[in-house]
Nanobody, 117 residues
């Protein structure tokens, strides 16, 4: 199992930027699909972005052109660069690693992102 620790959340004004980071260890990146999800209280957790095991990158339509997901196999981190943030991006953001072979999903504890003036 992968232990995941997110960081980088906070309060930002509309139009601003934040960079989230998810740190893990002893994980072979090529065995996992890795990504980010977000959840607003009372709503279903939704997909944001991910890097598939084969390197393919996918984004939710709502964040395309504004968010960029990246992975560092040496540092064992995946990051989410978020630009031009809007209040609709306010949520708890979760890092997710899904094992390609077993389907098992690992989740981080979440980090709060609040976009407000």
């Amino acid at each position: 199992q992968a232990r995941l620790v997110e960081s980088g959340g906070g309060l930002v004004q509309p139009g601003g930027s934040l960079r989230l980071s998810c740190a893990t260890s002893r994980v072979i990146f090529s065995n996992y699909h890795m990504g980010w999800y977000r959840q607003v209280p009372g709503q279903v957790r939704e997909f944001v972005a991910r890097i598939m095991r084969d390197g393919t990158i996918e984004y939710a339509d709502s964040v395309k052109g504004r968010f960029t997901v990246s992975a560092d196999n040496v540092a064992k981190t995946i990051d989410l660069q978020m630009n031009n943030l809007t209040p609709e991006d306010t949520a708890v953001y979760y890092c997710n690693f899904q094992n390609y072979y077993t389907g098992y999903e690992n989740w981080g504890q979440g980090t709060q992102v609040t976009v407000s003036s």
